[in-house]
């Protein structure tokens, strides 16, 4: 039975294929197609996925009929042949049989199936599904319940992107970008006024002034470039204030000590590091956001395939195998301090975890600016931190019952910002990336990288060209070795 998980024709598409219960694939469309948060599938990754053999059904992540009833709510008109899913698949001559998910159950089926929990309190937080933009679900053994529902226009994630747009970045996109810049702004400054001009009653009250689904470019015009930082720090500090209530919330409406946060709200590490004040265990999968619905489309259907797979990384895409040795590769870092490594199966999701990375020396002032340089990217922004995980504790202060962030999921505290300037953001934290001992290459690259400089980090990046996605095969890894003159391994 060959079974696909489909997340497509909205943004970002995906593709997860199930044989026999176990999950052998997974990708994103931009890797193969090279256009950045693609939102259609392309012939490439339907060939990558068909290697596998022809789908006996097809998993969609959302509900199409009702996406369309919505987008007609919404004043964007009848488009229900854009979202014919049949005649969509049709197009990558696809013609299996397709079962719809609800947007938030795929996201809930994903988080929660992966978790390893016998039971949890699920959040999905997102800009939108088909209606609905926050549900709280109870998951108990294999079953998932639907505990607690928020529709558009009401939608926090809406808010957040809308405020990405307002400062002149890319919503849907570049939301990790505000985020950032909230290090650099004074929240007090518009705090009060955004809450007044967007929310009614308190946070939890869940309702808002304004239907933000079209963006906010009109709100404030006396706020300029100037003031961006500023609105950042606003904005990220009210959705951490809203993410608190919900968590206590989420906490007495279900009974588990275990959280599973899903959608793309579960990105913004910087908000993350509250959940250990609620909950003793938080689970978040390292694809939170729509693409990683193709998993949870399938395992909503079919629960029990979860014990037919690892879940421990997200290696799932391409395979370039290993030809580059540890060896070669840390010997490079220690004269060149940067180098880009491209070896075995990509990554699901949008961090870079080791097998598409830009690697450096943290040590010295210097290395932020070149990284930055290399990437082309916001000066003010950080880079991420991958340490020998027993050694964090040394390194880090963790926030409250996060032991580990394998994923980059969650901010911490460095607490020797001094020696490691390239990888500290402004307000002193690291997105961490906690590298277990699994006996995985890039976990014996970073022991290796200890045992010659007693440094247990290296800064990790995406290894990608400004406004492409990440290196997905050997041709991507040569372009970004001819364009930017950086050496990568693979
Ligand atoms: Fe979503």
Known sequence: MIGWGISANSHDAAIAVFVDGKLVFASHSERYSG??????????????????????????????????????????????????????MARYEITAPITYVDHHLSHAATGYYTSGF????????????????FTIWEGKGTNLKKRFSKCYPYSMGLFYS?????????????????????????????????YEDFFKGHLDSFKMKKNLHRGCMDWAPDLII?????????????????????????????DSDNLVLMGGCALNCLANRFTGDYFDNTWIYPNPGDAGSAIGAVLANHPKWKDSTDWSNNFLGYDMGYRASNEEIVEYITQNKICGIARGKAEFGPRALGNRSLLA????????????????????????????EELTDMYFDMPHRWNTSRYMQVVARCRHPQLYPAIIHRDGTS??????????????????????????????????????????DHADAKNFEHQYGVKVFN
């Not at 969609?60 to 049949?86: C, M, S, V």
């Not at 405020?163 to 290090?183: C, S």
């Not at 022991?447 to 010659?452: A, H, N, P, R, T």
Request: proline share 5%; glycine share 6%; aromatic share 10%.
């Open 361 to 388: 020396d943290p040590r010295g002032a210097e290395i932020k600016d070149k990284v930055n340089a290399i990437k082309q990217r916001q000066e003010f922004r950080p880079f991420a931190p991958a340490i020998l």
């Open 431 to 472: 997105r961490v990336q906690t590298v277990p001992n699994d006996g995985s290459p890039f976990r014996k690259l970073l022991e290796l990288w200890y045992k010659e400089t007693g440094c247990p980090i290296l800064l990790n990046t995406s290894l990608n060209i400004k406004g492409k996605p990440m290196v997905n």
């Open 35 to 88: 256009i950045k948060n693609d939102r259609d599938l392309c012939k490439e990754i339907v060939a990558a996925a068909k290697q596998f053999g022809y789908p006996d059904k097809i998993y969609w992540y959302e509900k199409p009929f009702k996406k369309t009833l919505r987008q007609l709510i919404a004043g964007q008109g009848w488009k229900y042949r854009d979202n014919n899913i049949e005649i969509y």
């Open 226 to 254: 100037k003031d961006s930082f500023d609105i950042a720090a606003a904005v990220q500090r009210l959705y951490e204030d809203w993410l608190d209530d919900i968590l206590v919330k989420a906490r007495l409406m279900v």
């Open 118 to 133: 016998d039971d949890a309190c699920i959040l999905v937080i997102d800009a939108i599904g088909e209606f609905e933009t």
């Open 162 to 194: 809308a405020m990405t747009q307002r400062v002149g970045l890319k919503p849907n996109e570049d939301e990790y970008i505000l985020m950032g810049m909230a290090a650099y702004g004074d929240p007090n400054k518009h705090i009060q006024r955004i």
